[in-house]
């Protein structure tokens, strides 16, 4: 099941640290918490080669910061008391702060912009 057209997600992470396949899957998974994707789910998701994605599971249930099922195919979800987890939580909120930010800068500008060339035109 691909759930890109559920909900599209900022990837406040790609424009700060680059884009890996470690960087999509955290991204993809820190805001679906006690959601669980098997490998080839995670690997549609994040773009990457079920091997690929297999292989950063593997490490990531390693450090803790995915729970792994025991079904005969391995479910896996992000693991919400991890402290590694905890952490990138909190860089990913500020991440998405200052995107939002600017973009609400930018907003500004566009209105105040918008006002001004009207204030122009009843002035003439």
């Known amino acids: 099941m691909v759930y890109k057209n559920v909900m599209h997600m900022p990837r406040p992470f790609e424009g700060v640290f680059g884009n890996t396949c470690e960087l999509r899957l955290l991204e993809f998974l820190l805001p679906l918490e006690g959601m669980e994707f098997n490998v080839t789910e995670l690997s549609d998701e994040v773009g990457v080669s079920r091997v690929t994605a297999g292989r950063v599971v593997k490490k990531f249930v390693a450090w803790g910061i995915l729970n792994a099922s025991n079904r005969k195919i391995p479910r896996y979800s992000i693991n919400p008391s991890s402290p590694i987890v905890r952490a990138l939580e909190s860089v990913n909120n ?17 209105l105040m912009k918008k006002h001004k060339a009207t204030l122009d035109l009843l002035a003439k």
């Open 94 to 110: 500020a991440l998405i702060g200052q995107i939002i930010a600017e973009e609400k800068k930018e907003d500004m500008h566009m």
